[in-house]
């Protein structure tokens, strides 16, 4: 009898001693869920420079979100007095949205942000289909939690009254409200705190300031405020000058200023082509290839109109490049992170595509991924596209790149030959509007991506570049190989067919290629070692036609301007907007993010003129008119 007695009281005992680490337990738990959260953030790249580069610069970011954690699990606690509640539901809410920012990263280059919330469905479908994979981060951070779960159950949390308890977890359910509301969403307080907004890079964001931080912080862009003086008077004076006047570059040498004029209804291919860039340009700077990597490129450049186009992201956010393309609407309206497939065009809306359709074309948009990603299931019918061809719609297609990405990526030579394909089999009672994208050479970068009798080999390179970023650069370049390959084989075709066509062919964005921006600024290619530097912008743009083959030189354009400048360059009839953007150039090229492109091509972040000015606001009143208001600029349409 003794004996028994004895187990209850030590057992007892036990749970007395452990109910004392319930003082304790909300800033220790708050803590770890922290450190993990991070930890499943970062992956791999975790290590003690993190804390020196990143948290420690940025500590105030890293403190308010550990308090807000302890005060959630402190209100968790008290409230429910199921101390392994409070845990579970702290953990969550750090690991959660880190995983989620992981993945995402991996699949699109953006970390989690508060609108992905409405696609949880379509982005479960499309991380599933990717063959992703669980981190030891996760699984450890698991462990760590269920290890926690357990001790929490041997928690008590002594009987109190009524009013005393309502106190111990309204309090600190106060305090996480306040600091919800009060700091992380109110950007005034934010940035006094030290969260400054990152125009140009949502991943850095994160990084700096912790996915909890990032997160909320992102809540703020959730609106978008009417431009004031809004009215249908207001738009229609700026659809009036820009029709009156003519103030676009002359473009010398082009088909509307030295051709005949007869083509007016011309087939029109644009092809976004991933990540590419003319990184032959690195020979500039030591980098010594085996072969050439963009002849065709070059070879273009003398019958065609070339130059650069400014693009809103680095590093990923292909669907902003994509947006700005086939709009002419521009990404610097908007708030920080925003993803405007996902967010805004979620009704029928002005583009390109709606435009020409209403002229009579037929419209399509083909890309070899999931239909789902970046919404382009929903956003591309709402952009005025007829007919939406996606990875679902391909039948065993070539695929490479099985390193990287375990489900491999289709080829640009099946892009070609997809793109081919829809052509032969159009209905030629009507021209075509087609919009493709390529996936081939995505980030990331790995010398293992390719076989070694098909790798781009470097024969020489400046000092200073490690042997992954050489491993990383070699991969790339024969990405850009093959997609300089597609180049001339669509313009060898097209040279060949009897309708009228022109092909618009262009880079999204640029990438880390191995090391973060070693092989930029171990050549000296780039001067900053970020990306703001203007130079990783500037992607290649290509227009060609099979009914005009003179050189043109476009310099340097926004990517919203691609679509006009296209328009602008064959003499074909413009949408408002459109004569607007070409009036526009004569004041800048492009404003992106802060950076002004002058019409000299020179490049500032200094705050526009007067008169720059009034081209910014009037272009952001057509766009909200077009996009959040009552589409006044389509009426004369």
């Known amino acids: 009898m003794q ?18 680490l319930r003082l304790v337990m909300a800033p220790i738990v708050s803590l770890i869920t922290l450190v993990c959260t991070e930890w499943i953030h970062w992956g791999e790249e975790f290590t003690p420079e993190v804390l020196t580069e990143n948290v420690l610069p940025h500590l105030p970011a890293f403190l308010l979100t550990w308090l807000l954690l302890g005060c959630i699990y402190q209100a968790l606690a008290r409230a429910t007095r199921l101390h392994p509640l409070a845990v579970l539901v702290t953990g969550a809410l750090g690991c959660i949205p880190a995983a989620v920012t992981y993945y995402k990263l991996k699949l699109r280059g953006e970390p989690f942000f508060p609108w992905d919330l409405s696609q949880v469905s ?50 600190p359910a106060a305090g996480a409200l306040v600091l919800v509301f009060g700091v992380f969403i109110n950007p005034t307080v934010s940035q006094l705190v030290g969260i400054t907004p990152d125009m140009w890079m949502q991943n850095r964001y994160y990084r700096n300031y912790g996915v909890i931080a990032g997160f909320l912080t992102n809540i703020q862009n959730l609106q978008v405020d009417k431009p004031e003086g809004y009215s249908e008077e207001a738009v229609q004076e700026i659809l009036d000058k820009a029709a009156s006047q003519d103030l676009g570059p002359e473009f010398a040498g082009s088909y509307k200023n030295e051709g005949d004029g007869a083509v007016k209804q011309p087939n029109i291919i644009f092809v976004m082509n991933e990540s590419f860039w003319d990184v032959a340009e690195l020979e500039e700077y030591g980098v010594e290839f085996d072969q050439e990597v963009t002849p065709n490129l070059h070879r273009l450049m003398e019958s065609a109109a070339y130059g650069k186009a400014y693009s809103p992201s680095f590093g990923g956010g292909t669907c902003d490049v994509e947006f700005e393309a086939l709009t002419g609407y521009s990404m610097e309206f908007l708030p920080s992170g925003c993803k405007p497939f996902q967010q805004h065009v979620t009704r029928p809306m002005f583009s390109i595509a709606s435009y020409l359709k209403e002229q009579g074309y037929a419209t399509q948009a083909i890309h070899c991924y999931y239909a789902k990603f970046w919404s382009r299931n929903t956003a591309y019918p709402n952009l005025g596209f007829d007919e939406f061809i996606s990875l679902e719609d391909f039948e065993n297609p070539e695929k490479k790149r099985f390193t990287e990405w375990k489900s491999g990526l289709v080829t640009d030579a099946e892009m070609t030959r997809r793109i081919i394909q829809e052509w032969e089999e159009r209905n030629t009672d009507t021209p075509l509007f087609m919009h493709a994208v390529t996936m081939q050479n995505h980030t990331s970068y790995n010398e293992g991506n390719y076989p070694e009798e098909e790798l781009v080999d470097i024969v020489s390179a400046p000092e200073g570049i490690s042997e992954k970023t050489l491993g990383a650069l070699r991969d790339f370049a024969t990405g850009v190989k093959e997609a300089d390959a597609m180049l001339g084989e669509l313009t060898d075709y097209f040279s060949q067919v009897d309708e009228p066509v022109i092909l618009v062919f262009w880079g999204d964005h640029y990438n880390p290629i191995g090391s973060g921006y070693e092989v930029y600024t171990a050549t000296g290619y780039s001067s900053a070692s ?15 036609s099979n009914y005009w083959d003179e050189p ?39 404003r992106t993010h802060g950076v002004t492109i002058q019409p000299d091509g020179s490049a500032d972040t200094e705050e526009l003129t007067d008169e720059q000015s009034q081209w910014f606001d009037e272009h952001w009143m057509l766009q909200y008119d077009l996009m959040f208001g009552q589409e006044y600029a389509l009426e004369n349409e």
């Not at 004996?3 to 004392?20: N, Q, W």
């Not at 994979?133 to 002594?158: D, H, K, N, Y």
């Not at 328009?567 to 907007?577: I, R």
Request: charged share 20%; with cysteine; glycine share 8%.
């Open 3 to 20: 004996d028994v007695k004895t187990k209850p009281s030590y057992l007892s005992g036990v749970i007395r001693r452990l109910s004392a």
């Open 530 to 544: 970020n990306s703001e530097a203007p130079e990783l912008h500037k992607m290649p743009l290509l227009i060609w």
């Open 552 to 590: 043109v030189d476009i310099g340097t354009v926004a990517a919203y301007d691609i679509s006009p400048v296209t328009f602008e360059l064959y003499g074909l009839e413009q949408p408002g907007l459109f004569d607007h953007l070409i009036d526009q150039l004569s004041a800048y090229r492009s």
């Open 122 to 171: 379509e982005a479960s479908d499309v991380m599933g289909k990717a063959g992703l994979e669980l981190q030891t981060s996760m699984w450890v951070s698991g462990v760590i939690f269920a290890v926690l779960f357990v001790l929490a159950c041997f928690i008590r949390e002594p009987k109190t009254a009524l009013r005393t308890g309502a106190l111990a977890a309204g309090i």
